[in-house]
């Protein structure tokens, strides 16, 4: 089994090679003046197992264009098998038909990576489950809830825990972490437009007040969706309100967003390379999946059980 990576998140890629107690692959993956990518594996990978660890987040066509590159150049040094690891799998909210005449990008960027010669896929928390039904080839899709569930429990009480999902998308994600909580209660923001041209308004669905309310959610981007839910948890009498978000995709003014709101803290994890002003927040806690990628590479590679791993 070898272990390579792409330039997105390479301290992630480093600590789980530290997992594996395998050194990473010698490879260089460069631009030419052009910004065209071009990949040189320096060392012998014929007949090898490999892993390629790139997660396709900003700049996302970058950094799929170079996941691309790396599958084509160990296919064609001839390597056994490939899995692309993928701990944040770009393009994942495109998973239907928007409106008319819209596209599918998930469903494309599956092809993509199949297409390039990747024979199975390792991904953390899929934006929707059925996205593993997008690829044609073996794709494993892990999930941060036990880490987050271990944090959580270390740090609240459980008679004043109540989770949340900050959208009604979102409730089978919230559930399923509620129930890692020894069967925690759960609550609905659900945000609807009574009328087109009026506002928005946020209903809770559950009993918040006094409760220590964790968000729980896929993605955050803009900070939009969590900020204002947040809000609403508060103005609705939760005693304080953090969350806990697989993604910290954190785009624009995101990090200034969530520094301002009434969450107390946001939990992320590393499938995402943290910018600098996500590690200057003093709101913003990281925990890293490394171990959790790692045990699941070790397992594909012995040919043993993955699912087993969050019974
Ligand atoms: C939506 O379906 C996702 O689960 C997230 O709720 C969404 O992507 C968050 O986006 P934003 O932070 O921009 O509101």
């Given at each position: 089994?070898k272990?390579?990576?792409?330039?997105?998140?390479?301290?992630?890629?480093?600590?789980?090679?530290?997992?594996?107690?395998?050194?990473?692959?010698?490879a260089?993956?460069?631009?030419?003046?052009?910004?065209?990518?071009?990949?040189?594996?320096?060392?012998?990978?014929?007949g090898?197992?490999?892993?390629?660890?790139?997660?396709?987040s900003?700049?996302?066509?970058?950094?799929?264009?170079?996941?691309?590159?790396?599958?084509?150049?160990l296919?064609?040094?001839?390597?056994?098998?490939?899995?692309?690891?993928?701990?944040?799998?770009?393009?994942?909210?495109?998973?239907?038909?928007?409106g008319?005449r819209?596209?599918?990008?998930a469903?494309?960027?599956?092809?993509?990576?199949?297409?390039?010669?990747?024979?199975?896929?390792?991904?953390?928390?899929?934006?929707?489950?059925?996205?593993?039904?997008?690829?044609?080839?073996?794709?494993?899709?892990?999930?941060?809830?036990?880490?987050?569930?271990a944090?959580?429990?270390?740090?609240?009480d459980?008679?004043?825990?109540?989770?949340?999902?900050?959208?009604?998308?979102?409730?089978?994600?919230?559930?399923?972490?509620?129930?890692?909580?020894?069967?925690?209660?759960?609550?609905?923001?659900?945000?609807?437009?009574?009328?087109p041209?009026?506002?928005?308004?946020?209903?809770?669905?559950?009993?918040?007040?006094?409760?220590?309310?964790?968000l729980?959610?896929?993605?955050?981007?803009?900070?939009?969706?969590?900020?204002?839910?947040?809000?609403?948890?508060?103005?609705a009498?939760a005693?304080?309100?953090?969350a806990y978000?697989?993604?910290?995709?954190?785009?624009?003014?995101?990090?200034?967003?969530?520094?301002?709101?009434?969450?107390t803290?946001l939990v992320?994890?590393?499938?995402?390379?943290?910018?600098d002003?996500?590690?200057?927040s003093?709101?913003?806690?990281?925990?890293?999946?490394a171990?959790?990628?790692?045990?699941?590479?070790?397992?594909?590679?012995?040919?043993?059980?993955?699912?087993?791993?969050?019974?």
């Amino acid at each position: 089994m070898k272990l390579m990576a792409g330039n997105s998140n390479l301290p992630l890629a480093r600590n789980i090679a530290a997992y594996l107690e395998l050194p990473l692959t010698d490879a260089s993956v460069r631009r030419f003046a052009d910004e065209e990518i071009f990949v040189e594996i320096h060392e012998n990978v014929r007949g090898q197992d490999m892993f390629v660890v790139q997660s396709t987040s900003f700049p996302a066509n970058d950094n799929l264009m170079e996941l691309l590159i790396c599958i084509d150049a160990l296919r064609r040094a001839s390597a056994r098998r490939i899995t692309a690891v993928v701990p944040y799998f770009g393009y994942a909210r495109q998973d239907r038909k928007a409106g008319s005449r819209t596209p599918i990008s998930a469903k494309l960027v599956a092809n993509l990576i199949a297409e390039a010669g990747a024979d199975r896929v390792l991904a953390v928390d899929l934006h929707a489950g059925q996205i593993q039904g997008f690829f044609d080839i073996p794709t494993d899709n892990l999930y941060a809830a036990p880490t987050m569930a271990a944090d959580i429990q270390a740090r609240f009480d459980s008679q004043e825990l109540m989770v949340v999902s900050p959208d009604v998308g979102g409730v089978v994600r919230a559930r399923a972490l509620a129930k890692r909580l020894d069967n925690a209660p759960l609550a609905i923001v659900d945000k609807r437009r009574e009328k087109p041209g009026e506002s928005e308004v946020m209903n809770i669905i559950g009993e918040v007040e006094g409760r220590r309310c964790v968000l729980v959610d896929d993605i955050i981007d803009s900070g939009g969706t969590l900020c204002n839910a947040a809000q609403a948890l508060i103005d609705a009498g939760a005693k304080s309100v953090a969350a806990y978000i697989t993604h910290g995709v954190l785009s624009g003014g995101a990090v200034a967003r969530v520094d301002n709101s009434a969450l107390t803290e946001l939990v992320i994890t590393d499938t995402i390379l943290p910018t600098d002003a996500t590690l200057d927040s003093d709101r913003i806690r990281m925990l890293t999946v490394a171990p959790l990628i790692g045990e699941a590479v070790r397992r594909i590679a012995d040919e043993s059980s993955v699912s087993s791993l969050f019974d």
